[in-house]
């Protein structure tokens, strides 16, 4: 039963996902340079006949010398103060298609449940509010006031590992003189409490880069392509 239920929600949301997007209302290019190298790049949709659903596309590939990495994610989440997800499905292709799997999230009452390709229970977390896709983080960090007095809390929900890691925070700490692109700038430093990330935003509520344990700057698609191909 369990797994016929599962089905007829993936089925739906597969429906969901191809027929109701009005518009793009952005797409986000980044590189990351880290143990693993290449970029991401992160869509927002809307729905076209309701104002509480987002749609996010998240699109991964990265490589070093052992391995190479495609990750594509498609959240279902509220349009709430924190994109608080409600169906995810995520494939995961490594070294080219030689491994390739396919697992979906689903929030349910008491919190939310991971199923792999065979619909088979893998856990439950027992967390149901507050509750942020990790990628989505980057999207969430634009749109944090300047102010120091203002703590964003939330619980990160990681594809990867399917887990939920509870209790972090992002801070403003105020605006910093640092050396980018080969000049000095003045620009908005935030911290986020998982892994000590800092990331720097522009006046434009843009971030510009962030460093997490390696490094992830901004990008077009023309940039971010290229230095993959460079690796």
């Known amino acids: 039963m369990n797994r016929i239920i599962i089905l007829i929600c993936s089925v ?4 969901v ?4 997007f009005s518009e793009v209302k952005f797409k986000k290019w980044y590189v990351f340079k880290h143990n693993l190298n290449g970029y991401f790049f992160i869509e927002k949709h809307v729905f076209e006949n309701s104002a509480t659903t987002i749609v996010f ?3 991964i590939k990265l490589k070093n010398k052992k391995v190479s990495y495609i990750q594509e994610i498609t959240a279902v989440c509220k349009n709430d103060s924190h ?3 409600e169906h995810i499905e ?3 292709k490594i070294n080219n298609k030689k491994k390739s799997y396919m697992y979906t999230i689903q929030k349910s009452a008491n919190g939310y449940k991971m199923f792999f390709n065979d619909y088979k229970y893998v856990e439950e977390s027992k967390v149901t509010k507050g509750v942020m896709l990790n990628y989505i983080l980057f999207i969430k960090l634009c749109e944090l006031p300047f102010d120091k007095t203002k703590i964003f809390t939330y619980h990160r929900l990681e594809p990867g590992s399917y887990r939920v890691k509870k209790n972090h925070t992002i801070r403003y700490k105020g605006k910093e003189q640092v050396w980018y692109d080969g000049k000095k700038q003045a620009l908005h430093k935030f911290f986020m409490s998982h892994g000590s990330y800092n990331c720097y935003v522009n006046d434009a509520h843009e971030l510009v880069f962030a460093k997490i344990d390696g490094k992830v700057n901004s990008s077009t698609e023309k940039k ?3 230095f993959y191909k460079s690796l």
Do not use: D, R, W
């Open 57 to 59: 596309n998240i699109f």
């Open 224 to 226: 971010a392509k290229e």
């Open 12 to 15: 739906f949301f597969v429906f």
């Open 83 to 85: 994109y608080t997800p």
């Open 17 to 20: 996902a191809s027929n109701l």
């Open 90 to 92: 995520v494939t995961t």
